[in-house]
């Protein structure tokens, strides 16, 4: 697997990781009557924790991955040369995570269609608003939009990875 998809299966799963973790922290909240819906200063609480977990998580999990990803490329090199020479294996992880035109390319597709989600995500939250939902809903698909325009941007580069532009 190349550096690429890896790193943006990692992605992925870490912004799914985060949505569900939110969305099961608010439905028990809500199940429990623990939720008021017409106050947003407790609901901007709640989303700017879940936005801290999720850089915070970005980060760790991106260290981890390149940990990872760089003993991989060391135990591969070891074994298929047989030793395990340093400036050899940082040749190789550099190599792995150059990225090319290609790589730019896919990058700005797949932003394409994270924007168009947000932005799908906006107008039906102002049309929440506009007939009448509660602020809440309108808030949470908001956010929720956000979200999902990130986890719809990973899929869209592992399809253009896998696929080809």
């Known amino acids: 697997m190349s550096y690429q998809i890896a790193k943006t299966v990692t992605n992925i799963l870490s912004g799914i990781v985060v ?86 390319l896919i990058e700005l597709k797949s932003m394409r269609v994270s924007y168009i989600i947000v932005g799908v995500g906006f107008v039906a939250s102002l049309f929440l608003l506009f007939f009448d939902y509660q602020a809440f809903i309108a808030l949470n698909v908001l956010f929720a939009s956000f979200f999902a325009g990130g986890i719809l941007d990973g899929f869209t580069q592992l399809y253009y990875y896998l696929r080809g532009v």
């Open 19 to 104: 949505l569900v973790v939110y969305l099961f922290y608010v439905s028990s909240r809500y199940q429990a009557d623990l939720l008021v819906m017409d106050e947003l200063k407790s609901w901007a609480q709640i989303m700017l924790i879940f936005i801290g977990i999720g850089i915070a998580m970005a980060i760790v999990v991106q260290i981890v991955f390149h940990i990872l990803f760089s003993i991989g490329i060391a135990v591969n090199q070891s074994i298929k040369n047989g030793s395990c020479n340093d400036q050899e294996i940082e040749k190789t992880i550099e190599l792995e995570m150059v990225e090319d035109e290609m790589g730019k």
